[in-house]
């Protein structure tokens, strides 16, 4: 079995503040890996995002009937803990680098957005790729 790779795709880089990253087109994967890095101390809640619409919609913008998306659970590739969309991964201080696997099933988008932050600066990297 062969697996057909992208590049590695930027969602934020460097990030020292609240708000939403980029949106990534994931809806020819069948697997999507992220990395979350921090530096300086860092401190934030970060939340992952899908939609299934064809347009993307505004992940930084309320949900709503014309503006369809969701926090979405990842798994921690660590542990193997499921962590829930509605709480995310939080860093406290510590800096770190932690890996995680989006169940990316139908999902056409994925974003995130820092919900919350203190200090330091937030790297978010996706990297979807397919099982031939």
Not at 28 to 35: P, R
Not at 69 to 74: C, P
Not at 88 to 105: I, K, M, P, Q, Y
Request: aromatic content about 10%; hydrophobic content about 40%.
């Amino acid at each position: 079995m062969s697996r057909q790779y992208t590049k590695e795709q930027i969602i934020f880089n460097a990030k020292a503040a609240t708000g939403t990253g980029l949106s990534i087109l994931v809806e020819d994967f069948q697997h999507v890996l992220l990395t979350l890095s921090s530096a300086s101390s860092a401190n934030f809640t970060i939340k992952f995002q899908a939609s299934n619409s064809d347009t993307a919609p505004t992940f930084s913008s309320a949900q709503s009937v014309t503006n369809r998306w969701d926090y979405i659970q990842v798994k921690d590739l660590q542990s193997g803990t499921a962590i829930g969309g509605d709480t995310g991964v939080a860093f406290a201080g510590t800096d770190d680098v932690r890996l995680f696997e989006v169940n990316s099933s139908g999902q056409k988008w994925l974003c995130a957005t820092i919900t919350a932050r203190s200090a330091g600066a937030v790297t978010l990297t996706t990297k979807p790729f397919n099982n031939e």
